[in-house]
């Protein structure tokens, strides 16, 4: 593209974002909205994706042993596990350092054990950790098999609810963002509709002097482009803002919480929003245009 003509193209593109002010900022705004929350549910589904993957990696099997295996059965049984494929590690829980534990976890409320006196009903049992945690179900079936087991319990459930939770909130995110899409793309559409009007004498002209219909479109395309990079800029600060205001907010109440580091995150996350805003700026520059142009 020759120097002349982009200066052309860049002059065009200015003077009809001025010409249309009103509607370019009812197309900023629409698009500032429309990423923010689309960025609002990735950072939210990335999250929890980490949040999921986390808990996952903390998994552990507590095998509850049976009362009446005694001390060597208990010993083989510890054997016996640690040699399974797939398990990285078993640690023997007595009842008594069980009891310590439940009465530790209940703080104030250890008095809601009185009743039992001396008699302590909680069985001997194993910790067992393995590599992936793909494997936990299978390793937890066949270690509930075993001659002395009672029962074989994870945490299993807990992570399957949050994926359920994960893949609800991206499927009504995405459900969400699809119908702020569109009535993104009918702003922007409108607004290059109301300057291809505005000009289409101008346009009519150029195309019977020769003009190549991509010469004629570039100016709009670019206004679209324009339009949608700005309200991606919008959204993008807004986000960046508001993430770091809720991540200082959960560290502050949250030490431990597996939240993604602003850095790079933020970085990515800003990228996508912004070339998502110009591809649905061009995507709106290009139905504006149908009617005007041959495709």
């Known amino acids: 593209m020759k120097i002349s003509t982009s200066e052309y193209i860049v002059r065009e593109t200015m003077i009809s974002l001025k010409r249309n002010s009103w509607m370019s900022f009812a197309s900023i705004g629409t698009v500032a909205v429309s990423l923010f929350v689309f960025g609002m549910f990735l950072i939210l589904v990335m999250n929890m994706n980490r949040m999921v993957a986390s808990l996952e990696s903390q998994v552990e099997i507590s095998v ?38 439940f009465r530790e976890r209940l703080g104030d409320q250890q008095f809601l054990l009185d009743s039992l006196g001396e008699s302590n009903p909680l069985p001997n049992s194993f910790e067992v950790r393995v590599i992936r945690p793909d494997m936990v179900r299978t390793a937890a079936e ?3 098999e075993m001659p002395g087991v009672e029962t074989a319990k994870y945490g299993q459930d807990v992570v399957e609810h949050l994926f359920d939770i994960t893949r609800l909130v991206r499927l009504f995110g995405l459900a969400l963002m699809f119908v702020l899409a569109l009535a993104t793309l009918f702003i922007i559409s409108n607004t290059i509709r109301l ?17 190549t219909d991509w010469f004629i479109r570039w100016p709009f395309l670019l206004e679209g482009i324009v339009l949608g990079c700005l309200g991606g800029i919008v959204a993008a600060l807004i986000l960046r803002g508001a993430y770091r205001m809720i991540a200082a907010k959960i560290y502050d109440t949250l030490a431990f919480f597996p939240l993604i580091p602003e850095n790079p995150f933020l970085h990515y996350v800003t990228a996508a929003i912004l070339i998502c805003g110009m591809i649905v700026g061009a995507l709106g520059s290009t139905i504006s245009l149908k009617k005007f142009l041959k495709a």
């Open 142 to 144: 066949a270690i509930a």
């Open 195 to 211: 300057t291809v009007f505005a000009r289409r004498k101008e346009v009519a002209i150029m195309k019977y002097v020769g003009a």
């Open 64 to 101: 509850y042993v049976k009362d009446e295996v005694s001390d060597s059965g208990i010993h083989a049984l510890e054997e016996r596990i640690t040699q399974m494929q797939g398990v990285e590690s078993v640690k023997y829980v007595d009842r008594e350092t069980a009891m310590v534990r």
